[in-house]
């Protein structure tokens, strides 16, 4: 079935270096990318999201780019913050009513 | 405006009994769409729901079961309930069932004892 693997499981960073977080989705049908943040005891925020008729977006620190051919999508934070420590879920829509399928998760530790 | 609302934010069930989970969708918002996240993976999706009807279901028995309101609120039912269904349980609407976007509550943490 569909599916969408995520990389890494966790980062760690330095406070005010980059994150990259990428995506790789199996369903070529696939034409909506949100990325979402989750603090602890709080559900997912949309940060971002990309389609498929798009190669990148950016959103002041935050940016996704999206390879339709290699079926892959990175999330990229620039000058991280403390306040940008959470789990990151990207996720790849499939169906015509954009069921998501999403990704494990990605553990973001910004090190002061 | 009122973003995603569930209720209630902590339930402890003991194995076999059922239970009712409750969502009122962002203002605005007409479909309602609810997803099972187990501690430390992604949230898998359950089922949507748009104009009172199921119309997406996901990998989930039929134990699992919901209902949409007028309102475009909604409620998920869960029968004869395992020790595996302890997740925390998200609820998320969009503006219609053909928007992207979805806006996701607090969820409701489930402990099936």
């Known amino acids: 079935g569909e599916n969408v693997e995520q990389h890494p499981s966790t980062l760690s960073v330095q406070e005010g270096d980059s994150a990259v977080i990428k995506c790789t989705y199996s369903?070529?049908?696939?034409?909506?990318f949100p990325w979402y943040k989750q603090e602890l005891g709080k559900g997912p925020q949309l940060i971002i999201d990309?389609?498929?008729n798009v190669g990148e977006k950016k959103d002041q620190r935050i940016a996704v780019t999206l390879n339709k051919t290699a079926k892959h999508f990175s999330l990229h934070i620039t000058e991280t913050q403390p306040e940008d420590s959470a789990v990151y879920f990207c996720a790849a829509s499939i169906g015509s009513n954009y069921q998501l399928i999403w990704g494990a998760g990605t553990k973001l530790i910004i090190k002061p | 405006d009122a973003g995603v609302t569930q209720s209630p934010t902590h339930l402890i069930k003991t194995r076999g009994q059922q239970v009712t989970l409750r969502c009122s969708p962002k203002s605005g918002h007409d479909t309602v769409s609810w997803y099972q996240q187990a501690l430390g993976q992604g949230p898998q999706f359950i089922f949507q729901y748009y104009e009172e009807e199921e119309r997406q279901r996901g990998n989930f028995p039929d134990r699992f079961s919901g209902h949409q309101f007028p309102n475009y609120s909604s409620e998920l039912n869960v029968n004869a309930l395992l020790l595996g269904d302890s997740a925390l349980y998200l609820c998320a609407s969009s503006l219609t069932a053909r928007q992207e976007t979805q806006y996701f509550g607090p969820g409701t943490r489930l402990l099936v004892l």
């Open positions: 990309i389609r498929s």
């Open positions: 369903d070529s049908a696939s034409n909506y």
